[in-house]
């Protein structure tokens, strides 16, 4: 309790009874450095990593570490003190997959992802049990300045599917994060036209969702298909206007138009 509520000066008496296992877990399974690490207490974390017999690394009953649980929170000065520490794996994952700089990915917390991606023993490309990656959650989420951070290194593929075969794009487009869409069409090796495994390119969920703004971005590109169906043989002209999305119809329209017109006038 005295960790979970960061007291501090009741956790330093109780830590200096040899007596005390400083990592026993409650009836959730959480030790008091995992409490005080997913609540932000600094100095209470500080504390209990100050006794040689804890385990900094040790994880609750779904496999989430003090680390991990700093990370999805944002507790960047926790974070920080986790990594110092020896004994602490960077990239030890959850039950699910997710390693740390997921968990801070996931929720745009671009302070930890730095904190993270300056580590050299840190994986920028680890991919969770679902085989997305800490850029595909990025994008999905349509946090920028991760997305940014991460497409800046040389060592994540920015093209990496999901096992729905979704890339980061399709996800952003799907979310309707223009800025995001943009950085990734912005590269040169970004495939704009990479559909999932049910054959749906972005455009076509960008099309569905009736995002307006992605789908000129997608269109403004002369290597975008815009008349790609999906396995089922729908187009993104027919999802949208099946989706009532009256903008997007007529975004899709003018461009058979124009490049009716444009190979017509060619021949």
């Known amino acids: ?3 979970s509520r960061g007291h501090g000066s009741v956790v330093k008496q109780i830590l200096e009874r040899e007596d005390i296992n400083p990592g026993q877990r409650n009836n959730r399974g959480l030790t008091p450095l995992l409490v005080a690490a997913l609540r932000g207490h600094e100095l209470v974390v500080k504390q209990i990593l100050g006794r040689k017999d804890v385990d900094p690394d040790k994880s609750d009953k779904l496999g989430i570490t003090p680390l991990a649980w700093a990370a999805f929170k944002g507790h960047e000065s926790v974070v920080k003190h986790l ?3 020896q004994g602490v794996d960077p990239n030890k994952a959850d039950h699910e997959g997710h390693a740390p700089l997921a968990c801070a990915a996931v929720n745009g ?3 930890v992802v730095k904190q993270l991606l300056d580590r050299k023993d ?3 490309d680890k991919s969770d049990n679902g085989d997305k990656a800490p850029l595909l959650w990025a994008a999905a989420k349509g946090h920028e300045s991760v997305v940014k951070q991460l497409l800046d290194r040389q060592d994540v593929d920015p093209n990496k599917l999901d096992n729905e075969g979704k890339t980061p794009l399709l996800w952003a487009a799907i979310g309707g994060h223009e800025s995001v869409v943009k950085q990734l069409l ?3 090796d970004v495939d704009p036209n990479k559909p999932d495994n049910g054959g749906r390119t972005p455009l076509l969920w960008a099309a569905v969702g009736g995002h307006g703004s992605v789908v ?3 269109l403004d590109r002369q290597d975008v298909d815009p008349d790609k169906p999906d396995n089922e043989g729908n187009t993104p002209l027919s999802w949208a206007a099946t989706e009532g999305h009256g903008l997007v119809v007529k975004q ?3 461009e058979f138009s124009r490049r009716f017109y444009t190979y017509d ?3």
């Open 109 to 111: 917390h671009e302070l």
């Open 265 to 267: 006038m060619d021949d």
């Open 186 to 188: 912005d590269r040169q």
């Open 1 to 3: 309790m005295a960790a």
């Open 252 to 254: 899709l329209l003018l």
């Open 83 to 85: 990594l110092d520490r």
């Open 122 to 124: 840190v994986d920028p």
């Open 216 to 218: 000129k971005q997608l």
